[in-house]
């Protein structure tokens, strides 16, 4: 008799689950993933990535649910915000997908759950036995291979040989990120955008009839023998319908990596004694070798007020320092103008990392990111630990222990430490064992509590949480309307009032219609005007939008005059082609700061400086108005 196929057994599997399969307990933590992911888009989508999204590939309503399904994962990753796992940033796919077909599906919150329930599963599964190997968070790509087809094709009832062509033929093509793109610039969100539209195409191409290799994850020339350096296939299908993945979600709320996350908690703990940065001799944040070693690489990519979100995401020194200058760290950190405030960055320089062995022991020993992939490997485990770093087989747990048959305790220990000493000689302490919302951390109860305070400080309905309260016994059309509560309002939507619970307090209206300001600057770029007009209305457009930032997160705003001099140098060293482009780009830009300005933003004050070295003060809106007439 044939030996089923990992993927053959994922897919009869998940393909046949239902979500009374799962305990309680698990459909608590689907209702925490939803409401953390949507948390996480609405704050990719209010910064300024979010307007540049929003014109790549639309915004996360669309009526084509793949292009959806990517604005909503481009969205949430950008700010490294979402939730992680044992095995794999899960929603990314595992979520958008089922949310981008919700509606043309005609889900009910029932089938909703139950598709991202099979989603997580098979990608968190299949992820896993990869984990020891190059790629681990969000640089393993192929996670969303797994999410986006079983995401899609569990929500569309299809039977199990879909799923197994479905998944043989992406896992066929599967995604290897570089360092240099991921590491520090936008390339960042293509590690999940790329693999999961590679997963609804071989969606397509399954349901066409076009074949994949069913054994392609444990073939000798399959992916978990390019993947893995110590492949672990039986973490794929080992406790199927018991031991539930998705019960070592993991929650964040702070923006960046969770290597970072306790390190930033210890801060917060710290702002609240006060301290003048003046004061402040150095930082020492002691922590586990995942921190430490995040900090080591991300030293090397010399970070700064100039660099990329994905940069600023793995900066621990910038992130510790606005913690503790500011008692948090928000989504508008990673943009100006927080991010170019000298003092943050003067703190930054006084910051440093020490490697404790203890706290990396812990680490290892928890369930994620690593623990459970070590104790499945056992004896192997030792010479793929020493081979990364030699510290590690110092405090590797003994190989004796067996992996967890069930994740109701699982737990994520990436502790930290952080010493603040003053010139005086005192020093302030404060320790986390783990991160706030890391599993193992807090009950159920709790963790629905934070990760709906973070859907409503990302900007949400305080509809949208009890809506996810009762998601099981929503019908089709209660679970349109939260989806599109949860995402109406973010870039380039507009909030559709329909049969629900109750309708809409308002409709948030912008600072002005930049519809005929679009349109204007798409007319420019290609009219017949001077080079020198070009070159004005460029810079003019970049001016414009550094103020419009610093009005949208409640600066003091102020508008520099264009130099001539600015105007000459950009002339002498661009061509027409490379003006258009930058006239594109910039207007772009200030178009998608304006989408999301509310119109009471328009009374503020700015600040504007004259060529002559005065200032005068004067509204927002009708400066707006007189500074852009000239594109309109």
């Not at 599967?174 to 999961?196: E, M, N």
């Not at 609804?200 to 000798?220: K, M, N």
């Not at 952080?418 to 599993?439: M, S, W, Y």
Request: glycine share 10%; charged share 20%; hydrophobic share 45%.
């Amino acid at each position: 008799m044939t030996r089923p196929t990992l993927i053959g057994q994922l897919a009869a599997w998940a393909g046949d689950m239902e979500l009374g399969d799962a305990p309680d307990r698990v459909v608590a933590h689907l209702k925490c993933q939803l409401l953390s992911q949507l948390a996480a888009a609405r704050a990719g989508y209010a910064h300024p990535l979010g307007g540049r999204i929003v014109r790549a590939y639309g915004g996360p309503l669309h009526d084509d649910p793949a292009r959806a399904a990517v604005s909503l994962a481009m969205a949430a990753i950008c700010l490294d915000y979402d939730d992680t796992a044992y095995a794999g940033h899960l929603s990314h796919s595992c979520v958008t997908v089922p949310v981008a077909y919700a509606a043309p599906l005609a889900l009910d919150g029932h089938q909703l759950l139950t598709a991202i329930l099979a989603a997580n599963e098979t990608a968190a599964r299949i992820t896993a036995a990869a984990t020891l190997g190059p790629f681990r968070g969000q640089a393993a790509g192929h996670t969303h291979l797994a999410g986006a087809v079983a995401g899609r094709l569990r929500a569309e009832e299809a039977p199990a040989g879909t799923w197994t062509d479905a998944l043989g033929l992406a896992f066929s093509v599967p995604t290897w990120p570089l360092a240099r793109g991921f590491l520090a610039t936008d390339a960042k969100g293509f590690a999940a955008v790329a693999p999961l539209q590679t997963g609804l195409s071989a969606c397509d191409g399954a349901h066409a009839g076009l074949r994949g290799p069913g054994d392609v994850l444990e073939h000798p020339q399959g992916f978990l023998h390019q993947f893995a350096e110590v492949p672990l296939p039986e973490e794929a299908v080992a406790g199927l319908g018991t031991l539930w993945h998705t019960e070592t979600l993991s929650y964040k709320v702070h923006p960046g990596s969770a290597y970072t996350s306790a390190a930033v908690d210890c801060a917060v703990d710290l702002h609240t004694a006060g301290i003048d940065a003046d004061d402040i001799a150095e930082v020492v944040v002691e922590g586990s070798l995942f921190t430490h070693g995040l900090d080591r690489t991300a030293r090397g990519a010399d970070i700064g007020p100039g660099s990329g979100v994905a940069a600023l995401n793995f900066s621990l020194p910038y992130n510790v320092a606005t913690a503790l200058l500011t008692g948090a760290l928000l989504p508008a950190d990673l943009a100006p103008p927080a991010v170019e405030r000298p003092e943050r960055w003067e703190l930054a320089a006084k910051v440093r990392t020490v490697h404790d062995p203890e706290l990396s022991r812990a680490a290892l020993l928890a369930t994620a990111p690593l623990g459970q992939a070590l104790r499945r490997a056992g004896k192997r485990a030792e010479a793929w630990v020493r081979a990364a770093d030699e510290r590690a087989a110092d405090v590797l747990p003994p190989p004796w222990l067996a992996p967890e048959t069930d994740f109701r305790w699982a737990t994520k220990r990436l502790g930290a430490r952080v010493v603040v000493r003053l010139r005086d000689g005192r020093e302030l302490r404060a320790e986390r064992p783990e991160a706030v919302g890391a599993v193992g951390s807090a009950d159920h109860a709790a963790l629905a509590e934070l990760t709906g305070e973070k859907f409503l400080r990302c900007g949400g309905d305080p509809e949208v949480v009890d809506l996810v309260g009762e998601l099981p016994d929503l019908g089709p059309a209660g679970t349109r309307r939260l989806i599109t509560l949860a995402l109406a309002g973010v870039q380039g939507e507009r909030e559709e009032v329909r049969p629900g619970r109750r309708r809409p307090r308002h409709i948030r209206k912008k600072v002005m219609d930049t519809s005929a300001l679009e349109a204007a600057y798409d007319h420019l770029r290609g009219a017949a005007v001077p080079d020198r007009t070009l070159a004005e209305v460029a810079l003019e457009a970049a001016a414009l939008a550094a103020t419009a930032r610093q009005v949208l997160t409640g600066g003091a705003p102020v508008l520099d005059p264009v130099a001539p001099e600015a105007v000459a140098e950009l002339l002498a060293s661009a061509d027409r082609a490379l003006l258009a482009d930058l006239l594109r780009r910039n207007a772009s830009d200030l178009l998608g700061v304006l989408d999301r300005t509310p119109r009471e933003s328009g009374d503020t004050a700015v600040r504007v400086r004259l060529p002559e070295g005065t200032e005068r003060p004067e509204p927002w809106a009708r400066l707006l108005h007189n500074r852009t007439a000239g594109a309109r």
